[in-house]
Structure formats: C-alpha cells, structure tokens
C-alpha cells in the first residue's frame, strides 16, 4: 500500500452561497470573490508539486481546481473529473434559503442552522434527517452518501504511489463528512470555508487528516 497526501480544497464562493441557497448536486458559478478563493488557494499551495488531481464533477469545483492548477509547479496541469467527490445531494431541498429549510428540518429540537444541526445530531444524522424529510425520497441519507463516495477513496488507493501529492477539488459538506469518518474528534460543526485547505495523510491502509479548514499562508 502507498504512503501520499491528499489536499482537499472546498470550491470557490458561488451565486448560491453568496444568497445562502442550499446547493448539493445542482450548480452555480463562481462569483468574483468565488475566483479569489480558488486563486489564493493555488497560491497558498504553489509550492507544493501535484502529481495528480480530481475534481468533482461540478463546474464550480472543476473551475477550482483549474485555478489552483494553473498556479501549481507540479507535473498535472488538468484535473480527473471523479463523480464520487460531488456534494451531498439534498434532495427536494435543494436551491431552498437555507434558514428556512434548517428551521424546518432543526427547529423544533432549537437547532436552527447547519452548524447547530451537526453538533446535535452528528453531520452523518444530519443526512439521515435531511432524507427522512424528502417528501421525494431525493436526498440521500449517510449509508448512500457513503456507497456513493467510497469508490473515490477505492480510485486514490488503487491510483496513487509513494510520495504523491493529490488535489481535489471538491465540496464543504463532503469535506466535512470526510474529516468526521477518519478524524471524528474535530469538530466539523465548524464549516469548511470556500477555498479552504484540508490535508489527509494516506500511510498504507491508515488515513488521518493533518489539518482541516486551513485558510492562511502555512501549508505543507
């Protein structure tokens, strides 16, 4: 088994966000501040040398990625679009504002945002309480989130080789699930900013996250 590192990169700000709209599998560009994020995190990971790199098949993470890359002083200067890495799907929910749907779905418990919702019930109870509530059985609940996703992981393990530095660009709440399953003791009721930076360090069949939701100059 290989011994590489995997740097997570949360998308750009996009349309969606800036209007706190729920956004999982549908899509919106990136806004001016959306293509600051994603060039100052290639700036902030210039320096080190990307042997390979995914994307999520969204256009506002492959746009991402196309930034980071272009500023990046490794060997890959396009990303594999890998499907595994795209958001949660939220289901009916999707587009809706986001305080009202998080009062719907957390509010009678007094928890009233993404952030309370996950430090209540854990981002994998979330999931399953978004699905629960898809009056169109849309939104996926964690153990599809799961089977959904796995394959990624299964293509960085077959694919990857010793010393290799891997970006994917990808999104905050798959991040964020990414970080509870293999670190659960950070809190990732703190969210996953647009072009924040989180690393995991694959050793073999082991993988821990280094550092999650970094956003300043001191990466490595």
């Known amino acids: 088994m290989a011994n590489f590192d995997v740097y997570f990169v949360r998308h750009g700000q996009t349309v969606l966000n800036k209007y706190h709209r729920i956004q999982g599998w549908i899509d919106a560009a990136l806004t001016d501040k ?5 060039k100052s995190a290639g700036k902030r990971l ?6 390979k790199a995914y994307t999520s098949d969204s256009e506002r993470a492959q ?6 890359l272009a500023a990046n002083k490794g060997t ?3 990303a594999t679009i890998a499907p595994a890495f795209r958001e ?14 998080w009062h719907m779905i957390g509010g009678p418990d007094g928890n009233i945002t ?10 994998e109870g979330v999931k399953d309480r978004i699905a629960a509530q898809d009056p169109f059985n ?26 290799d530095k891997v970006l994917v660009a990808s999104h905050g709440t798959t991040i964020r699930s990414i970080v509870s399953r293999f670190q659960p003791d950070i809190d990732v009721a703190v969210s996953a900013l647009n072009g924040s930076v989180t690393k995991l360090e694959v050793r073999g069949d082991d993988i821990a996250v280094a550092y999650y939701n970094r956003v ?5």
């Open 138 to 163: 849309d939104a996926e609940d964690n153990a599809t989130y799961w089977k959904r996703l796995q394959p990624g992981f299964d293509m960085l393990m077959r694919d990857c080789v010793d010393g």
């Open 34 to 38: 959306g293509i600051q994020d994603a």
């Open 216 to 220: 300043d100059d001191r990466l490595d």
């Open 76 to 78: 890959v200067n396009k």
């Open 114 to 123: 993404f952030n309370a919702m996950i430090s209540a019930y854990t981002i």
């Open 88 to 101: 949660e799907n939220f289901g009916y929910f999707e587009g809706n504002d986001e305080n009202q749907t």
């Open 63 to 68: 746009h991402t990625s196309e930034y980071i």
């Open 46 to 51: 210039a320096h080190i040398p990307f042997s």
